[in-house]
């Protein structure tokens, strides 16, 4: 109950008497029970989850020492006169989560106060157990990677591809993807965010494979760009730009630095081999529950200043995309451990020529 210990101690901080969080991630991370129709309300000396009849039985099974309530009818309205109940008046809600329908409904005798992102520097910070669980995520993804190897060829399809991953995935006893994945190849892959597509698997072709799974309620994020037959002189030399620029941000990530010197460091790198302005993208992000979490890795924005702590998980994921000719990029998760930045991952960053 630690961490609905720390909601407590936040609610004090912010003068709260009670927050109701009603996203899907922040209902999972304070409870671990997942669904589509739960909410949590935190006061200052209790905690409750509150769901529909299609799984209140199984959270009151799995949900020990928590007061687990069914909601009959309309969900916002038996919330408001629970806490009224409980007798709170100053309450905090998820005001970057809910509709604005939601909001209209929480109107009325309460002090409703609206926070983004109330549990972002919490979860930013994994524990021992939630790092272990991303491991164990992270290495399924490998092994899912490893036997791809053996089944590319020339002539299939980016959705057959894409295909065999999800198939994979649910072999290793994944519950899905953590986002869909992107197979892109030839031109595709100067696309950072190409949709996997019909397109089939050429020789003498990149093909950039971005995938990641739900492993026990937490996401990965794995990115490797390889070549089927042997790479030309050029991607060999702007390969050999990103992984350097991947290992140079790596050895940045200590306790204590500024989280903005690791995009810089990889962006830095990148510009001076002259290839700065077809980096497109921030060098990582936060990930957890979600795909994308708090914090961002970029030399601008909020976070640049954000001094990296232990326990810290992000991904570094720096790339180089050529319009009309191919992209490479190379990305892992690393956990912030004892200190320094140790990646998740056990596939190496050596190109691979198929």
Not at 207 to 225: A, N, P, Q, S
Request: proline share 2%.
């Amino acid at each position: 109950m630690k961490r609905v210990q720390r909601v407590q101690d936040m609610l004090r901080k912010h003068k709260l008497d009670a927050f109701l969080f009603s996203s899907q991630a922040n209902v999972f991370y304070l409870s671990g029970f997942k669904s589509s129709h739960a909410y949590v309300v935190v006061s200052r000396d209790s905690f409750h989850l509150f769901t529909d009849g299609r799984y209140y039985d199984r959270a009151k099974e799995v949900l020990k020492g928590w007061d687990v309530r069914l909601i009959k009818g309309k969900a916002i309205s038996e919330l408001k006169a629970f806490l009224k109940r409980l007798g709170v008046f100053r309450v905090g809600y998820e005001e970057d989560r809910v509709s604005c329908e939601i909001r209209r409904q929480l109107r009325g005798s309460l002090k409703w106060v609206g926070f983004s992102g109330f549990l972002k520097e919490i979860r930013s910070i994994k524990d021992r157990e939630e790092i272990e669980t991303m491991r164990e995520g992270v290495r399924a993804s490998d092994r899912v990677y490893s036997r791809l190897l053996n089944m590319l060829s020339e002539g299939m399809r980016e959705l057959d591809v894409r295909a065999l991953i999800v198939r994979e995935f649910f072999k290793e006893g994944a519950t899905g993807e953590s986002f869909p994945a992107i197979v892109a190849s030839g031109e595709g892959s100067a696309i950072p965010h190409w949709e996997t597509s019909n397109r089939r698997l050429r020789y003498k072709e990149a093909v950039l494979i971005d995938m990641g799974l739900v492993w026990k309620g937490y996401c990965t994020d794995f990115t490797r760009t390889l070549f089927l037959g042997r790479a030309s002189s050029e991607f060999r030399r702007v390969y050999q730009v990103v992984r350097d620029a991947h290992l140079y941000a790596l050895e940045k990530v200590k306790a204590g630095v500024k989280l903005g010197e690791v995009d810089k460091t990889a962006r830095e790198y990148i510009r001076k081999k002259g290839y700065g302005k077809f980096f497109t993208h921030s060098t990582g992000h936060g990930v957890g529950i979600e795909i994308h979490e708090h914090p961002r890795v970029y030399y601008k924005g909020q976070d640049k200043d954000l001094i990296i702590e232990e326990g810290m998980v992000f991904t570094i994921e720096p790339g180089i995309y050529l319009p009309k000719k191919f992209g490479v990029r190379l990305e892992n998760i690393v956990a912030v451990i004892n200190g320094r930045g140790e990646p998740l991952s056990g596939i190496g960053l050596d190109l691979i020529e198929l």
